[in-house]
């Protein structure tokens, strides 16, 4: 019998309904909504995913307040499946400012906020860097 890959993840996924836009190195941009997240990655809901290239690297921009007042967290990250409905999206790193921005949602939209914070002792499941 096969291990179920969901109980291999280290990190708990958040189902959460916001904006996204996927910016790949290579000149593509992706907008979609978020269907869950976790410390270490997201999937996004888009149209045409088939035409994103996993292996990819770009940025991804989850917005949380609606533009003209855009509140953005940031992130670098690498496409790692598509299938019909979206992407797959593994971060890569974040900088400190965006990670208690990112730290905060995660906490304030789980069901079990402990939870979260006794993985993230574990495994934060992305780089953290000091912006300049």
């Given at each position: 019998m096969r291990d179920n890959p969901?109980?291999?993840r280290k990190h708990t996924r958040v189902s959460l309904q916001l904006e996204a836009e996927l910016r790949l190195d290579s000149g593509i941009t992706v907008t979609g909504k978020i269907k869950n997240i976790s410390f270490s990655g997201v999937f996004i809901n888009c149209v045409d995913p088939t035409s994103i290239p996993v292996g990819n690297d770009g940025s991804l921009k989850i917005f949380l307040q609606a533009v003209p007042h855009a509140n953005v967290i940031t992130f670098r990250c690498q496409v790692v499946r598509t299938d019909e409905s979206g992407a797959g999206i593994r971060f890569i790193n974040i900088d400190v400012e965006g990670y208690h921005q990112f730290?905060?949602?995660?906490?304030?939209?789980?069901t079990d906020p402990d939870i979260l914070l006794a993985e993230l002792e574990k495994n934060p499941g992305l780089d953290i860097y000091k912006s300049d």
């Open positions: 969901k109980d291999r730290k905060n949602l995660m906490i304030y939209n789980s």
